[in-house]
């Protein structure tokens, strides 16, 4: 795989759109779709009800019941999945070529006549419910949840997709019924298709799976997030040997200039595995983590640079310090000429080593839609990070590591933790309001 795809725009003659990277040298076809407008979108008493349609649209459609529909698809060896996400609504069916007719038949049934029976319903439900409460044994779950509860208060992106409890219990029939109507749409939908197709196929699939939606969703728009509580620590008391320590600061947008040098930046800092300073500072030479990492994270209406460590109670208030430190030694010193270049050797190299089947590239070319990224991003982005300099890095991290900005949040009993506020377990009550 190169830093090319060859990618073909097609369009239908009821004009809707994909983009193709035709493969024939495996005869699988991976069709890759997302509606604009996820869980975000939530009702603030219907929190999770865009979880609970990625997973009922498949529990039985048109005349096939729950078991048919799941049988029709062992049957072919068809793999039909969907999943909410906090912007968009993903989708994607991955089947042989032989067998594509069926596949798109389904997945057609499943778009178009999803069936709501309230039985399957009420028995995903009792799963989904299950798994949140599941979630809340889970210390980095916890601390996660808790995270977003402080920094998006106020705004939607604090709720969990999973959604609460008591929300997901209150979710109906009907509830889905309306969801589908609302946001399942021609208007805000993106196809990304990889494998042995060819464009002309395509064009006419596309009517065949999509034409019958509405042609227009309800409009929407989320305001942009200002992130709450900067700087502050919060704790989540558990009774457990270890602390989950995760903490949050403003990142960047995948449209700014600075993006690039951002990723190598980083990369470096704490991207990097067992090459970042976060990893060799607080786990090589100290001992105090198994796996310490940083992350820059995009979405349409925030964008955070975040760290997650875990670490024995006692050693909690040592490994915050030095993660705040290498913060603020990356901020004032920048990489050297060595980072730079592994930084740019793995980055560079990691993209086409990602994309090695039809369900990665054709979820990939979605991705590119979703981002408004563009057909020529993999060799731009190639030139862009090997453009990249010491100076931009420094320039960046200047700009945007700021550790008192660091909102913080431990679970567990981290021991010597200043300053810190403590916050409700998710586990304990109704929160879903907060």
């Known amino acids: 795989m190169t830093h090319n795809l060859p990618i073909t725009i097609v369009t239908s003659p009821g004009g809707i759109t994909a983009w193709l990277v035709e493969d024939r ?41 729950a078991m048919a529909f799941h049988g029709a698809l062992e049957d072919q060896s068809i793999y039909l999945s969907f999943s909410a996400r906090r912007d968009d609504f993903h989708g994607g069916v991955k089947t042989l070529h ?50 977003n509860k402080m920094i998006y208060a106020g705004h939607p992106y604090q709720q969990p997709t999973s959604g609460f409890e008591e929300t997901v219990a209150l979710l109906t029939s009907d509830d889905l019924r309306t969801w589908v109507k609302e946001r399942m749409a021609r208007d805000n939908l993106i196809v990304g298709v990889c494998g042995d197709i060819s464009a002309a196929d395509l064009a006419s699939l596309l009517d065949q799976i ?15 997030v200002t992130l709450a509580a900067t700087g502050e620590n919060f704790t989540v008391m558990r009774s457990i040997p270890q602390t989950r ?12 200039s600075d993006w690039f040098a951002a990723m190598v930046m980083n990369y470096v800092l704490g991207g990097g595995g067992f090459n970042s300073r976060l990893m060799m500072e607080v786990r090589e030479k100290r001992g105090l983590t198994y796996g310490v990492s940083s992350q820059l994270s995009h979405h349409k209406y925030s964008n955070i640079l975040s760290v997650g460590a875990a670490t024995s109670n006692e050693n909690a208030a040592e490994a915050i310090r030095i993660i705040k430190s290498e913060w603020q030694t990356m901020a004032n ?34 991705h590119l839609q979703t981002e408004h990224l563009g057909i020529d991003y993999p060799a731009r982005r190639l030139e862009k990070l090997n453009a990249v300099t ?45």
């Open 25 to 65: 040298m495996v005869p699988v076809v991976s069709l890759q779709f997302a509606f604009r407008g996820g869980s975000a979108l939530d009702p603030a008493d219907k929190v999770g009800l865009a979880n609970l349609a990625a997973s009922t649209l498949d529990e039985g459609a048109g005349d096939l019941p």
């Open 98 to 147: 032989d067998n594509a007719g069926e596949a798109w038949r389904l997945l057609t049934l499943a778009l178009t006549q999803p069936r709501f029976d309230n039985e399957e319903v009420s028995r995903v439900k009792e799963q989904l419910i299950s798994d949140i409460q599941h979630h809340y044994a889970d210390p980095s779950w916890v601390a996660q949840r808790t995270l």
């Open 210 to 224: 999509f034409g019958a939606l509405p042609a227009k969703s309800k409009p929407f728009e989320l305001p942009k």
């Open 245 to 256: 320590v995760v903490m949050a600061q403003s990142g960047i947008s995948r449209s700014d």
């Open 333 to 366: 010193d920048g990489i050297s000429a060595e980072e730079l270049k592994n930084a740019q050797t793995y980055l560079t190299g990691s993209l086409p080593l990602a994309l090695t089947s039809t369900d990665k590239i054709a979820d990939f070319i979605l």
């Open 390 to 434: 010491r100076a931009d890095v420094a320039q960046v991290a200047k700009r945007l590591l700021n550790p008192e900005a660091l909102t913080l949040v431990a679970v567990g009993q981290p021991q010597n933790l200043i300053n810190s506020i403590a916050a409700p377990d998710p586990a304990q009550g109704n929160h879903y309001h907060g």
